[in-house]
């Protein structure tokens, strides 16, 4: 009877635990879809910390660290309060869950929906100061205008002030309403005082915003947006301005980024009625294809920046982002007034959800009456992360069209002091190109790509301009007459500089956008977007898929600074001062292999090489390269691309007796001059090693083919 006892007293522990809490795990998300899959690995040590405001007690602050499972669990109580997990050495937590919104899962509740838990890395500390200042950037959906009998204007974010205010009330929160209708991207970077909606104004404002949400691209597609079927020149006009608003947002979010490092900066996803609306019948062909694609634009502009943004996922809890016309999810949510003049905005309800989603991607958790749904513990708050596994350096560089580059070299080498390639441009095509990324690093697996440059200009740019971007084909720009598709628009990716004055030249409207809000830049900045390729959808599918970054794509990757001349005028007598450009690759890493061991070299009467070496348990398939003997004693290796002789990947093996296998290599195929021989192996589709030098250093692995 005693043992029965302790069994309910210690169950009755475990209950009290658990009540007002916010638990979750931190995990490797090793495919970045923000869900925590099988086999995804628990990480330990995480540090959760939870800041706010007690309904009863006060104050509270505290931080733990993840279990050995992962799991943690904070018991504030009832209150309000911001969740920040911090990422680990080496990660960068991964977007909030953008799967399908179609879920059956119960739980799935207006407004809540299904919880996408994000985070600010400095809201806590920001609000600790005691001074936080709010600025809610956009265009109408941010200024809550619509004619449905819609809340106060910026109402969800005079919501969200509130909730900051309750999590410290000792704090001065102040709401900048920034946002103005009808404003497109091109607006953020036109230099004006007529309002605070653009980065010249925003970085300007003392003291600094501590947090800026930002709601844009919807009204770009305003009257470019074909409706029924379109014309080939209605997609293609209509592509050129979602082009140029990624552009647009790339320069504001990294200017603001780099300009006011003590701010937190957060993106919605769009909902749109006519991508989404199966009742009235009035959603169009573009909308319900092309949605998808710009809510992915805006969730790796956010992540892809130097400090990742947080993205606030509100289209996936509108609609699910189908090709399927299906009604479900939070339906009839949007706005459709009787005489048909609005159907994109929320309605109140609408705002609502609105409001949770911006809240959550804060990490803003409430518990108790001050929640939503009044919840008393709110679990499954997770916190996933992509691990960076390596750091990929160019080891080519080009000039073009005119361009000159003194010290070019410098901008290949990550760790000479800051040494930098000067680049001088003109007002034409000219450019200067960094290629050469290395592509043999087989035990990677590709998740994401971070396309990064560190510059700084010397003399005075003053109206002809330059860019930075990244492309995986080096191919920067559609060709003439190109025909757009769902899948085939992406050349390139855009890291410094807009749209500019009067772009796309297909809609030029905007003369006094900026193309560089950042034009003379005296110390080294940091700059850095997401490397992405087209979209894939499979036949009878209603997703994309993206697909990542292979090896291949590596090695054809270009990054470029080019000329982007507006005034055509000589005398811009400025140099772009490169010190570095890299791409980051995120994703995990599968085990090396072993060297293939005890390598012996024969030959037969008649010339045939017997080359016998011991198998590697598990591998897959071998390989022979050749090198000239005379490079190898001069200290290098030539056995890769410029070999005397085509390694034989996949060789034919057989038998050679005692466990050992050997390959034949007749004469024809035999190098003519002296040469070394190594063997390689594949074990789980990764090459073993070619060999080792002296103190256990791998030999050059550049020249690995043998993909």
Not at 188 to 203: E, G, H, P, T
Not at 283 to 305: C, K, M, N, Y
Not at 337 to 354: A, E, K, M, R, S
Request: proline residues 6%; aromatic residues 8%; glycine residues 10%.
């Amino acid at each position: 009877m005693r043992a029965r006892i302790l069994a309910v007293a210690a169950l009755l522990v475990a209950v009290k635990a658990s009540a007002q809490s916010v638990s979750g795990t931190a995990y490797e998300d090793r495919n970045g879809n923000g869900l925590r899959d099988p086999g995804e690995p628990a990480i330990a040590g995480v540090s959760v910390e939870a800041y706010g405001t007690r309904d009863a007690g006060g104050a509270f602050d505290q931080a733990v660290t993840s279990a050995a499972d992962g799991t943690f669990v904070l018991s504030p109580g009832n209150g309000c309060f911001l969740i920040r997990a911090t990422d680990p050495a080496g990660y960068r937590q991964s977007l909030a869950r953008f799967d399908a919104v179609i879920d059956t899962t119960p739980g799935y509740t207006f407004p809540i929906g299904f919880p996408r838990f994000a985070k600010i890395d400095q809201g806590i500390d920001g609000l600790k100061t005691g001074g936080y200042r709010y600025t809610a950037m956009g265009d109408s959906i941010a200024a809550n205008f619509n004619i449905c009998a819609a809340p106060t204007s910026f109402w969800y974010s005079k919501q969200i002030q509130s909730r900051l205010q309750c999590v410290a009330p000792a704090a001065s929160v102040t709401l900048d309403q920034a946002a103005v209708s009808g404003q497109r991207t091109d607006d953020l970077l036109v230099d004006d005082n007529a309002d605070l909606n653009n980065v010249f104004r925003v970085i300007a404002l003392n003291p600094s915003p501590k947090l800026i949400t930002i709601s844009m691209i919807g009204n770009d597609l305003r009257d470019v947006d074909p409706s029924g079927t379109p014309t080939q020149d209605q997609i293609n006009r209509a592509v050129d301005e979602i082009l140029d608003s990624r552009q647009n947002l790339q320069e504001a979010i990294s200017v603001l980024t780099s300009q006011i490092p003590g701010t937190d900066i957060a993106l919605n996803t769009l909902y749109d009625n006519l991508a989404y609306n199966c009742y009235s019948g009035d959603s169009t062909a573009f909308h319900r294809q092309w949605l998808p694609i710009v809510d992915r634009v805006l969730r790796e502009l956010a992540w892809g920046q130097t400090r990742r943004a947080s993205i606030n996922e509100v289209a996936a809890d509108f609609a699910h982002e189908d090709q399927n016309v299906q009604c479900e999810g939070f339906d009839q949510m949007i706005c459709r007034d009787i005489f048909n003049l609005d159907d994109i905005h929320p309605n109140n309800n609408g705002y609502t959800i609105v409001r949770e989603k911006v809240w959550e991607a804060l990490g803003g958790a409430n518990l108790g009456p001050k929640d939503a749904l009044s919840r008393t513990s709110i679990s499954g708050a997770d916190a996933g992360y992509l691990k960076k596994v390596r750091r990929l350096l160019p080891t080519a560089t080009a000039t073009a069209s005119g361009a000159t580059a003194a010290n070019a070299a410098a901008a290949t080498d990550d760790a000479d002091g800051g040494a930098t390639a000067s680049i001088t441009l003109g007002v034409g095509q000219e450019e200067f190109r960094l290629s050469g990324f290395p592509d043999w690093f087989d035990e990677d697996q590709i998740i994401k790509v971070i396309a990064g440059v560190r510059y700084r200009t010397a003399g005075t740019v003053t109206d002809d301009f330059y860019r930075l971007e990244a492309s995986p084909t080096g191919t920067f720009r559609a060709p003439g007459g190109y025909a757009y598709t769902t899948t085939n628009w992406n050349f390139y990716t855009p890291i410094v500089g807009g749209g500019g004055p009067n772009a796309p030249a297909s809609n030029s409207d905007f003369p006094t956008e900026k193309l560089l809000a950042l034009p003379n830049v005296a110390s080294l900045r940091e700059v850095s977007a997401t490397l992405t390729k087209n979209p894939v959808l499979a036949p009878g599918a209603g997703e994309y898929d993206w697909p990542a970054l292979t090896h291949d794509d590596l090695a054809t990757t270009v990054v470029r600074v080019a000329s982007a001349p507006v005034a055509h005028t000589a005398g811009d007598a400025y140099t772009v001062e490169l010190d570095a450009a890299w791409l980051d690759v995120y994703g995990w890493q599968k085990a090396r292999p072993g060297e293939v061991q005890n390598l012996r070299v024969g030959k037969q009467s008649n010339g045939t090489l017997e080359v016998s070496f011991d198998p590697l348990p598990s591998a897959q398939r071998t390989n022979l390269y050749f090198g000239r003997l005379a490079t190898l004693r001069s200290g290098a290796y030539d056995h890769g691309r410029s070999a005397p002789a085509p390694a034989e990947c996949a060789a034919a093996t057989q038998s050679a007796g005692g466990g050992r296998l050997e390959i034949l290599v007749p004469p024809a195929q035999q190098p003519g001059v002296d040469s070394y021989i190594l063997v390689t192996s594949h074990v789980d589709d990764v090459e073993s090693p070619a060999g080792m030098r002296t103190g256990g250093i791998e030999i050059d692995r550049s020249q690995s083919v043998c993909k």
